[in-house]
T-cell receptor, first 114, second 114 residues
Framework: DGGITQSPKYLFRKEGQNVTLSCEQN?????MYWYRQDPGQGLRLIYY???????QKGDIAEGYSVSREKKESFPLTVTSAQKNPTAFYLC?????????????FGPGTRLTVT | GENVEQHPSTLSVQEGDSAVIKCTYS??????FPWYKQELGKRPQLIID?????GEKKDQRIAVTLNKTAKHFSLHITETQPEDSAVYFC?????????????FGRGTQLTVWP
């Protein structure tokens, strides 16, 4: 599971600032996902992408933006419009194809906004 | 979309006892049901999964059962050990879901007391 990385592990920002979280994978996976995790809330989907230059909003996309310029990379920007950005952010990837559903997670980035 | 409910939210057992976590889903087209284990501060990791053409699957001390008629599936851990302490998430996806997205339950905090 070392094939998907996120950086940094901890990130601190002042309120009103945009911040970009990195997600890179060398698994040759087509699909990539961003989740937000809060205590007692499970994993909530922010954005997902199946191919380069294409992505879809998940359940809680407001205040976030993404890009997919390369297959290996799927950065997430938390904008100042996100009202409560402090959370643990997880990136995941998956090979696409018949019957291939398993998602592999990165180590996560804990973002704290004060 | 799919809705996955998970119970209980917390579970405490004595070492050596069994633990059972239950999930229900709403979409009868769902056909893949993974279980993830997440230790504190770590990434979720797949521990077992089951597809809709199978009723039960075992892997050493863990097993998953699926009842398609009732639309519920359960994780069973036998002979629990302190290292089983973690948050466990169930999820579901279907052939028809966009980009193979997973719908997660809210998680169960399992604590195994020595």
């Amino acid at each position: 599971d070392g094939g998907i990385t996120q950086s940094p592990k901890y990130l601190f920002r002042k309120e009103g600032q945009n911040v970009t979280l990195s997600c890179e994978q060398n698994l040759n996976h087509d699909a990539m996902y961003w989740y937000r995790q809060d205590p007692g809330q499970g994993l909530r989907l922010i954005y997902y992408s199946q191919i380069v230059n294409d992505f879809q909003k998940g359940d809680i996309a407001e205040g976030y933006s993404v890009s997919r310029e390369k297959k290996e990379s799927f950065p997430l920007t938390v904008t100042s419009a996100q009202k409560n950005p402090t959370a643990f952010y997880l990136c995941a990837s998956r090979v696409t194809g018949t019957g291939a559903y398993e998602q592999y997670f990165g180590p996560g980035t804990r973002l704290t906004v004060t | 979309g799919e809705n996955v409910e998970q119970h209980p939210s917390t579970l405490s057992v004595q070492e050596g006892d069994s633990a059972v976590i239950k999930c229900t889903y709403s979409d009868s087209a769902s056909n893949y049901f993974p279980w993830y284990k997440q230790e504190l501060g770590k990434r979720p990791q797949l521990i077992i999964d089951i597809r809709s053409n199978v009723g039960e699957k075992k892997d050493q001390r863990i097993a998953v059962t699926l009842n398609k008629t009732a639309k519920h599936f359960s994780l069973h851990i036998t002979e629990t050990q302190p290292e089983d302490s973690a948050v466990y998430f169930c999820a579901a996806t279907s052939r028809g879901s966009t980009l193979g997205r997973l719908y997660f339950g809210r998680g169960t905090q399992l604590t195994v007391w020595p």
